[in-house]
């Protein structure tokens, strides 16, 4: 039977997800904003969701739900939607370098 990685939505940004107007599509959500909350088997996102639905680990609107392939569904008001990661850019190092560079001017010059 397929299992599902669980990632609960942070409890600071639940509100904001629920006031959130709803759009289709893929969502884009960032890893940072989640956190990981165990597994369960499961046929299908809905079947996962009716399994923790009576339990304390029942699934909030914004969690997400993993597949074994990596695809991610999230909970929204009208059921499950495609989801996926979206990882912050990497800062060039030559960005870094010339702030440290600035800084190190002015303190001279003072």
Known sequence: MPSYR????????RQQFR???????TANVKPRDYELAGDVEASSPYAAFFC???????LQLGDLLESEDQSLRI??????????????EAKPESAAGVTEAKGTEVLAEV
């Open 19 to 25: 006031s959130a107007p709803h759009v289709s599509g």
């Open 6 to 13: 669980i990632h609960r939505l942070k409890d600071h940004l």
């Open 75 to 88: 909970y929204k008001y009208v059921g499950f939607e495609e989801a996926r990661w979206v990882l912050p």
């Open 52 to 58: 923790l639905k009576d339990s304390e680990a029942a």
